[in-house]
């Protein structure tokens, strides 16, 4: 069975400064990962989806990779904004037939 | 507006009276799926439809029920509800399924009590 973690489960950091988020999972076969962004009250948006045959992808300041031989990955936030507070949560889909298994996530503050 | 909508948003009842969320997109997706999400647990599926009248069990399908009549329409159906079933569900839906290599969009999400 997948089991994913996410690390850390908080983060508190001031504004400006650069972080990574880490995800690791048990069963290197894997479709593809997402990370996903939710905001308190609110459902899930998408930041950035990694297929298994991809090393990274890039939106803006995010950047995630993957490395599905070791089974993780990292988000990377450039230059943090107060904005980017939010829960974010890494999700694997992989052992077939559709299914998804998601992390606890982290919960980033980015404080002024 | 692409969208995936549910309703109601929040949802207060009592053990074994019978309930339906919905959910619906307007995107033309194949794929849909329910979440539900607690605290400590993160989100675990509860049940998924690669199309229409094609539906299968995610990891915690217990106590819940769906259909896939519609496209565009993705119920959840708890029949007798009990309290464990206190929890905030998503719906998402994608076009081709994870598989496929593309997007899941998530609903506001559904708050539900069970007394």
């Known amino acids: 069975k997948q089991e994913v973690t996410q690390i850390p489960a908080a983060l508190s950091v001031p504004e400006g400064e650069n972080l990574v988020l880490n995800c690791s999972f048990t069963d290197s076969a894997i479709y593809n990962l997402q990370w996903f962004r939710q905001d308190p009250g609110k459902g899930l948006t998408s930041l950035l989806l990694i297929q298994s045959s991809q090393r990274e992808q890039t939106s803006g300041r995010l950047n995630a990779s993957l490395d599905k031989s070791s089974g993780r990955s990292t988000l990377y936030i450039a230059a943090s904004q107060p904005g980017d507070s939010a829960t974010y949560l890494c999700a694997v889909n992989g052992g077939g037939y559709q299914k998804v298994t998601f992390g606890i996530g982290t919960k980033l503050q980015v404080i002024p | 507006e692409a969208q995936v909508t549910q309703n109601p948003r929040y949802l207060i009842t009592v053990t074994g009276k019978k309930l339906t969320v919905t959910c619906s997109q307007n995107m033309n997706h194949e794929y849909m799926s329910w979440y539900r999400q607690d605290p400590g647990l993160g989100l675990r599926q509860i049940y998924y439809?690669?199309?229409?009248?094609?539906?299968d069990k995610g990891d915690v399908p217990e106590g819940y029920k769906v259909s896939r009549k519609e496209k565009r329409n993705f119920p959840l159906i708890l029949e007798s509800p009990s309290p464990n079933q206190t929890s905030l569900y998503f719906c998402?839906?994608?076009?081709?399924?994870?598989?496929?290599?593309?997007?899941?969009?998530f609903g506001p999400g559904t708050r539900l009590t069970v007394l």
């Open positions: 998402a839906s994608s076009l081709l399924g994870s598989r496929g290599g593309d997007t899941q969009y």
């Open positions: 439809s690669m199309n229409v009248e094609v539906t």
